[in-house]
């Protein structure tokens, strides 16, 4: 069968490329068409559009690139009639995503997948609306979603998280690897490390980073790597890293958390890998306007985290510094307690193992492809 799969950004990239090779498997038929990145174009079929080309976030940059999205949006559409897949696969990403699903329900016969819903249970609920008008089936791979959608009458599925697959296949595919042979690998120093997410757009990375690099200069006796965020131009970190101690590695995010004593991350996807690898973090997001975006997240947004960790385990269990508690004083008293309160650290571990037993066992992937290549097969 023939697949046309749409991502517009790192993590969805990487989750799709695991769906295709999920997919490969189930379906020896495959055929595959997309706007993806690199991941994908791993796996094979004709990439359309990178999504680097895609990804604008906030208010403004969406205005001034206006006439690229709406450009990037007509090709897609066109790109779809002119494949005629047996369906559409959607993954997260969705101001592009929701306006592809209505023209390929209105304009053609395919099915509409979604592959890990967009967060609509934090904001924007209204958009369940759009889910249950064009969206033929939703794949969720967080558990409650699945309580969330039910309020709305939208059945959906479970698949399990897609995060846990990637994190099995690394660690199999790396039983191999060691501390020492990382460090000589990439030109590190013995001593342990503190990792730095710092986002994977650059307003993201403008506005964490420096300050975490400030916040590590006040523990010498650790070494902070960058993990590089995938697509990122490596220029664009050396207006900040520039006379620091700082190293910056790309492309081993995941043997970088392996190896890691703490990490400091921005919200999102980032925030469940730490976990998963059992990294004491603390969460930091600088956001404009600091207290009107804490009162914002109180009064219009429906979540009470920012963080998949805490909303996953329905607790607190890492410290959420964003908006008005995001300062370097505060990112320097939790991570000091991380590395130096045993008890506090143990805590934030157990609760880890908690949020391990809920997502369950890694096969999300290939249960999401079975589900789609069956439910194909009984839509034919």
Wanted: charged share 25%.
């Amino acid at each position: 069968m023939k697949y046309f799969l749409v991502a517009g950004e790192a993590s969805g990239d990487l989750h799709a490329s695991n769906l295709m090779a999920a997919l490969k498997v189930t379906d020896s038929e495959a055929e595959f068409c997309f706007l993806g990145g690199d991941l994908m174009q791993a796996q094979g079929g004709k990439l359309i559009k990178h999504y680097r080309e895609m990804a604008f976030m906030g208010f403004i940059p969406v205005l001034l690139n206006l006439r690229t999205i709406l450009r990037n949006m007509k090709m897609c559409q066109q790109a779809i009639v002119d494949y005629q897949p047996d369906v559409v696969i959607l993954i997260d990403y969705p101001g592009f995503n929701l306006k592809i699903a209505k023209f390929v329900k209105t304009k053609t016969n395919i099915p509409v997948y979604y592959y890990i819903s967009p967060k609509v249970w934090a904001w924007k609920e209204y958009r369940v609306k759009s889910f249950k008008k064009y969206v033929d089936q939703m794949l969720c791979i967080l558990p409650f979603e699945v309580d969330f959608f039910k309020k709305h009458n939208y059945k959906v599925e479970y698949v399990g998280n897609p995060t846990v697959d990637a994190i099995a296949d690394f660690k199999k595919k790396n039983k191999d690897d060691s501390r020492e042979k990382f460090i000589q690998e990439n030109n590190l120093a013995e001593k342990p490390f503190i990792a730095l997410l710092a986002g994977s757009r650059k307003q993201e990375i403008k506005d964490n980073l420096p300050t975490m690099l400030e916040v590590v200069k006040k523990f010498p006796d650790y070494q902070a790597v960058i993990a590089g965020a995938p697509g990122m131009d490596p220029d664009y970190y050396n207006a900040y890293i520039a006379g620091s101690n700082c190293k910056i590695i790309f492309d081993q995010t995941y043997r970088l958390l392996s190896y890691s004593d703490a990490a400091l991350v921005t919200s999102g996807t980032a925030t469940l890998e730490t976990s998963l690898f059992r990294v004491p973090q603390v969460v930091c997001y600088r956001m404009p306007v600091p207290h009107l975006a804490h009162w914002a997240f109180k009064n219009i947004l429906h979540t009470p985290y920012i963080s998949l960790v805490n909303l996953i385990a329905n607790k607190e269990v890492v410290k959420e510094l964003f908006a008005k508690y995001f300062s370097k004083e505060n990112i320097e008293e939790e991570i000091d307690r991380l590395l130096n309160d045993k008890a506090y650290r143990n805590n934030m571990l157990e609760g880890y193992d908690r949020i391990i037993n809920i997502l369950g066992e890694a096969g999300a992937s290939k249960k999401a492809a079975n589900i789609i290549v069956k439910k194909l097969h009984t839509h034919q």
